[in-house]
């Protein structure tokens, strides 16, 4: 009896200990957003004096206000950012799962060079360079919305992670399917895409993610503001708040001159809100099925 | 009878027409695959040439080898190389460690709804851009006003000029890596262990193992082939960083070089800043040696594990 209750407390010990474990990671992992966010709300001239902190020192929304005053750029880059996201995305799935399925199946005869095709592209690449000569010259894809969807549209990596969810549906299902005498592409779209939800809604969602966090497409291909994406002005902010940073080291206008003209270190942090908010609201609700999509195409490979 | 022997018949005859349309289904990726990857790739003679605006890119005049004994004679070239492979390999070791270590938490947590919020966070930062880490990082190392700083300073210490010290950086971006991955990187062990038998652990309990006894001895062999193959399949990466972290994070300052220039970083830079051939060569060079490592990682996986290897 005795030592029933002591393992028992020894246990519960263990659970309290992880908990407090845990706890810590989660600091580790929300203060700085609550940093991010804090400083968002905090006027300049206390930043600039008391630092970044934990809760706004002196609560203002003077940079929020300052952006939504003069929003031409950033409803600009949202709507640019939103378009090739969505349109990106659903293409891409749509397109590498075309071509998946017929990897999966074991009767389509051209297999094994198709294969191979794919696999390649995996092996070697020409690089940045011979990409960008082929985008701009040939294809002129620069300065289009395209350029960020298209280069990326399909990755061997995907579509073999695709492919392994296929793989997994039974022959059986095929069989009567066709007994019934529908076509492969009934197949496809009636039978396999729901059947693979899970995989491609991982896929998809991770496409999003990248698509949605693009800054290098726009400092390569863009040089009209309105086709910027949400991060690259995310990241010129950074650089032009950096050459007025020189501008106050250098003394040719004091820091109290700075805040008269615009909030730069608060903006940036209320921008970068602004701009990456959505996509942390948007996640939760994709998280059930990427879990389970992505152990399918690890360990299937 | 009849009905049976007619229909494997019945299903060979369409099997050309099916080819057809699977065949059709492959087109729209296909064409994508040959524009973007295919038709860039007779591209890499850009690395044997002087490219002259004017004369474009097949009349621009060849000069050997040039570009890459221009790279390889810098000091760059050691940087580079050293900071790719030692970061990979750093990277891959630390990953290992707590990617499999949060797993064993999250699966020790009795408490299922508290495992679902603990996962929930971590998970998150995988979703933000490295733009937006690069604010946090800049929030917590600003030398003037950062978090970190105001904190040596409160102990009576001196502020550290962060973003001038290459020194610090390795660690700096080691956390930076972990903070981000970690959550992802766990789900793969995580759900291993929940499809694991639970009475190989009671039994263990029942024989008296301990807590490490029983990560051990039962565990652990249970995780071996997923530790083993992810860990081959990783070496293929490791000639290539990546660019978000080590260009956004460090702010691309050049006093940094020192521990954050990696090949993807300076030929990102030689591309932006218009030195399109030395660009060129250093990432042919690099893809070379990628392919090299992917073939020799998905060789060994094969012998190992070949439902696991790519090809």
Redesign the interface.
């Known amino acids: 009896m005795k030592t029933v209750r002591k393992n028992k407390w020894k246990n519960n010990g ?2 309290i200990a ?2 407090i ?2 706890t810590l ?2 600091i ?3 203060a ?2 609550m ?2 966010i804090s ?1 968002s709300f905090t006027s300049e001239s206390v ?7 934990l809760f706004p020192k002196e609560f203002t929304t003077d940079a929020y206000r300052m952006i939504f005053a003069k929003p031409q750029q950033i409803i600009d880059s949202y709507k640019t950012t939103i378009t090739y996201s969505v349109i990106g995305t659903v293409l891409s799935i749509t ?2 799962g ?2 998946a ?3 999966a ?1 074991k ?4 297999k094994g060079i ?2 191979f ?3 390649f ?15 701009t ?3 002129h894809l620069d300065n289009t919305v395209w350029i960020y969807i ?5 990755t061997a990596y995907n ?2 992670v695709i492919k392994a969810g296929f793989i997994g549906i039974p022959d059986e299902l095929y ?1 009567a399917a ?2 019934d005498g529908a ?3 009934f197949i ?1 779209f009636k039978i396999v895409v729901p059947l693979s939800k899970a995989t491609l809604a991982t896929v998809g969602f991770l496409r999003l ?1 990248s698509l ?2 693009d ?2 497409t726009s ?2 291909y863009i040089n009209k503001a309105d086709l910027f994406s949400l ?1 690259y002005i ?2 010129k902010i ?1 650089k032009e708040a ?1 050459y007025m940073q020189s501008l106050v080291n250098e003394g040719v206008i004091t820091s109290t001159d700075l805040d008269a003209i615009m909030p730069v ?1 608060s903006l ?2 209320a921008l ?1 809100m602004v ?2 908010g959505p ?2 609201i948007v ?2 609700f994709f ?1 059930k099925y990427f ?1 389970k999509g ?2 399918v195409g ?4 | 009878m009849s009905i049976a022997k007619a229909k494997p018949k019945k299903l060979n005859k369409v099997t050309l027409k099916e080819n057809l349309q699977l065949m059709v289904m492959t087109i729209p990726g296909l064409i994508c695959l040959i524009l973007f990857n295919y038709l860039p790739m007779p591209g890499i003679v850009i690395a044997f040439k002087k490219l002259n605006p004017m004369k474009g890119m097949w009349e621009s005049p060849w000069v050997g080898m040039k570009n890459f004994e221009f790279f390889f004679k810098s000091q760059d070239a050691v940087r580079t190389i050293r900071n790719t492979v030692v970061y990979s390999v750093v990277f891959l070791v630390i990953a290992l460690l707590t990617n499999v270590g949060l797993a064993l938490m999250l699966y020790y947590l009795k408490n299922r709804r508290a495992t679902k919020i603990y996962n929930t966070i971590v998970i998150i930062p995988k979703f933000m851009s490295m733009v937006i880490v690069s604010y946090i990082v800049y929030a917590l190392l600003s030398p003037s006003n950062g978090v970190l700083n105001q904190i040596i300073r409160f102990w009576g210490g001196e502020g550290i000029k962060w973003y001038s010290e290459p020194r610090y950086w390795p660690f700096i971006l080691t956390f930076v890596y972990v903070w981000q991955g970690v959550g992802m990187g766990s789900v793969l062990y995580y759900s291993s262990l929940m499809s694991m038998d639970e009475s190989m652990i009671e039994a263990a309990k029942i024989d008296g193992a301990n807590l490490r006894q029983q990560i051990w001895h039962v565990i652990i062999p249970h995780l071996i082939p997923i530790i083993t193959i992810t860990t081959i399949l990783a070496i293929g990466g490791l000639f290539s960083g990546s660019l978000d972290l080590f260009y956004q994070v460090p702010r691309d300052q050049g006093v940094l070089y020192p521990t954050t220039d990696i090949i993807n970083t300076y030929v990102y830079r030689a591309l932006v800043g218009n030195s399109l051939e030395k660009s060129a060569a250093v990432n042919l060079f690099q893809s070379l040696i990628g392919m090299v490592l992917v073939i020799v990682s998905n060789s060994i996986v094969k012998k190992i594990s070949p439902e696991n290897s790519f090809f």
């Open positions: 263990g659970q992880l908990h474990a845990f990671i989660a580790i992992y929300i700085p957003l940093i991010v400083a930043l600039n004096v008391g630092g970044f902190g397109v590498m075309l071509l399925y017929p990897l199946r009767n389509f005869r051209p198709i294969n095709l794919v696999l592209t995996m092996l070697f690449h020409g690089g940045l360079v011979p990409s960008y000569l082929v985008n010259r040939y294809l298209l280069p990326t549209l399909v579509v073999f069989e066709k007994v076509s492969e592409y496809f993610v949605w966090n800054w290098m400092s390569i991060q995310l990241q950074l950096k270190e940036r942090y970068a701009m990456a996509m942390l996640f939760p998280q879990v992505m152990v690890a360990v299937k490979g």
